[in-house]
């Protein structure tokens, strides 16, 4: 077995992983029968699972295989703790048990997989983590020569796609209400909305980005440089998220592949092979708090005429400003959003050295240009109004989404084809007044535009058009097999008889 190096380098365990491909099946058997079956029988006192052994293990595999397709060096999280299995959680739609626990421990007996026991140094310490497992080379050889692929793994009917987490991140149970029941039946229009519709890039040969990221503690340059961002039908399911035990705390929605890339990357995506433009409020935050305060924000809050730094280029201070100013909003206390202002800093970078005077300069600048601020700063009005912009997101999700339009959203920003851009930004000036009493600013997300600077439709023709992409021989047969999944003709291509 190798052993695991990075244990940072992971994601938590998928247990709603499914599938029911003969080969999946037969692959599950064959470990079952040759390695697991006569031990695991040993653990079958007690109560019978509601989810057998067999099927627990196929989850288990199937988990392992996606991790390992998107990148080799991957691990996933696993608790080893009886008390972390609930059958009757909705957020466990599998049933999966406590008996998952004896699978891996003889998964690692037999030689497939790498497992790094979990650490737990007390509550609330930084480096608590659970178990580590990853596809041993053994294991990684079948997957190699396993007669079925991505396509062929799906997800559990029923996952839960509303859900509310407690102060600490962690999911928690809750009773449905007429207004809970109602989100999860839009989401899940939503969900089906864009399970059949094509997203993807098509200049890319392999459905595969690779996004440099920030390393978490412990990352070592050589085996965390980078991310691998899976593109396509796998990683399309949008959840919900609620926080702090109240429907009234947060609520944005994440799940979809375009959240995980940058805006140059998401330039690129195509919807039903149509390309598409991105639309975003600006300064949606700020602007909600002038429209509080019955005010419009009428410029660019973050540039400060009255700051003065020399040597400092203009879009330095600008860039320096906005994030002082949203750490300041989301975070309870002053010490504590200028330790985070500076944490969010590379080394060498100019924001990691200024010091708390420094930023108590800036933010009265800030402050002097946008005096309305002033009661809503180291207050955590972060999460209250991301619970608004959430709402907006809804609107907007459920009015194209009863039209059959797919937008693709990211918090603040939204993806449409190019021919229903105008309606999208009246949507967001609709949805946006329904929720905050006034409609706010938006504009188009173009790489290398700053925010707040006009686009006019000459310079958004010229973009679209600058934006065409010659579509290569692997998207082609992404474009074709979503045909043939679907029944859907998005495009001119055909098989080759």
């Given amino acids: 077995?190798?052993?695991?190096?990075?244990?940072?380098?992971?994601?938590?365990?998928?247990?709603?992983?499914?599938?029911?491909?003969?080969?999946?099946?037969?692959?599950?058997?064959?470990?079952?029968?040759?390695?697991?079956?006569?031990?695991?029988?040993?653990?079958?006192?007690?109560?019978?699972?509601?989810?057998?052994?067999?099927?627990?293990?196929?989850?288990?595999?199937?988990?392992?295989?996606?991790?390992?397709?998107?990148?080799?060096?991957?691990?996933?999280?696993?608790?080893?703790?009886?008390?972390?299995?609930?059958?009757?959680?909705?957020?466990?739609?599998?049933?999966?048990?406590?008996?998952?626990?004896?699978?891996?421990?003889?998964?690692?007996?037999?030689?497939?997989?790498?497992?790094?026991?979990?650490?737990?140094?007390?509550?609330?310490?930084?480096?608590?983590?659970?178990?580590?497992?990853?596809?041993?080379?053994?294991?990684?050889?079948?997957?190699?020569?396993?007669?079925?692929?991505?396509?062929?793994?799906?997800?559990?009917?029923?996952?839960?796609?509303?859900?509310?987490?407690?102060?600490?991140?962690?999911?928690?149970?809750?009773?449905?209400?007429?207004?809970?029941?109602?989100?999860?039946?839009?989401?899940?229009?939503?969900?089906?909305l864009i399970a059949?519709?094509?997203?993807?890039?098509?200049?890319?040969?392999?459905?595969?980005?690779?996004?440099?990221?920030?390393?978490?503690?412990?990352?070592?340059?050589?085996?965390?440089?980078?991310?691998?961002?899976?593109?396509?039908?796998?990683?399309k399911r949008t959840r919900r998220i609620f926080s702090r035990g109240s429907w009234d705390m947060h609520g944005r929605f994440y799940g979809g592949w375009w959240q995980q890339i940058d805006s140059d990357w998401r330039s690129k995506i195509t919807i039903d092979n149509e390309p598409t433009i991105e639309a975003d409020f600006e300064g949606m935050h700020v602007a909600m708090i002038y429209a509080e305060e019955g005010l419009e924000l009428p410029h660019d809050p973050y540039i400060l005429p009255g700051y003065k730094n020399k040597g400092m280029p203009p879009k330095l201070v600008r860039k320096l400003a906005k994030i002082l100013v949203l750490t300041a909003i989301n975070a309870k206390e002053k010490s504590s959003a200028y330790r985070a202002f500076r944490a969010g800093f590379p080394n060498k970078h100019f924001g990691k050295k200024m010091t708390d005077k420094k930023l108590d300069v800036l933010l009265g600048a800030l402050l002097e240009r946008n005096p309305c601020l002033g009661d809503y700063l180291f207050t955590d009005q972060g999460i209250r109004l991301m619970r608004k912009d959430s709402e907006i997101t809804s609107l907007i999700h459920n009015h194209f989404t009863r039209k059959g339009i797919p937008v693709l959203s990211v918090h603040d920003s939204y993806l449409v084809d190019c021919r229903h851009v105008g309606e999208l930004r009246q949507i967001m000036a609709d949805a946006s007044e329904e929720v905050v009493g006034r409609p706010l600013r938006s504009s188009y997300n173009i790489p290398g535009r700053e925010e707040f600077v006009p686009v006019n439709d000459h310079a958004l023709q010229w973009y679209i058009y600058s934006q065409e992409q010659s579509p290569c021989e692997g998207y082609v047969q992404r474009v074709l097999r979503f045909q043939e999944r679907t029944g859907r003709i998005v495009s001119p291509y055909e098989r080759e008889v």
């Fill in 1 to 192: 077995m190798t052993e695991i190096q990075n244990p940072w380098h992971s994601r938590p365990i998928d247990v709603h992983r499914w599938s029911d491909h003969p080969e999946v099946r037969e692959l599950v058997d064959r470990i079952w029968d040759g390695f697991l079956g006569e031990k695991i029988a040993e653990y079958g006192r007690g109560p019978k699972p509601k989810l057998g052994f067999r099927k627990q293990l196929r989850v288990v595999i199937l988990d392992l295989y996606v991790a390992w397709l998107d990148d080799p060096r991957l691990s996933i999280g696993v608790s080893m703790s009886v008390n972390s299995w609930d059958t009757n959680s909705r957020y466990n739609a599998l049933h999966i048990s406590k008996k998952i626990i004896p699978i891996i421990k003889e998964l690692q007996e037999a030689g497939l997989i790498d497992l790094l026991k979990g650490s737990y140094g007390g509550p609330g310490v930084k480096h608590n983590r659970t178990t580590r497992i990853r596809a041993s080379e053994a294991l990684q050889n079948w997957f190699a020569k396993a007669k079925f692929d991505r396509d062929d793994i799906g997800r559990a009917k029923g996952e839960e796609i509303i859900v509310l987490k407690n102060d600490n991140n962690k999911q928690i149970e809750y009773v449905d209400t007429p207004e809970t029941s109602r989100w999860r039946e839009e989401l899940q229009a939503y969900n089906d």
């Fill in 196 to 235: 059949n519709s094509l997203i993807d890039i098509p200049s890319l040969q392999e459905p595969i980005l690779e996004i440099s990221r920030d390393l978490p503690p412990g990352a070592t340059v050589d085996i965390d440089e980078f991310r691998r961002i899976r593109i396509g039908d796998a990683n």
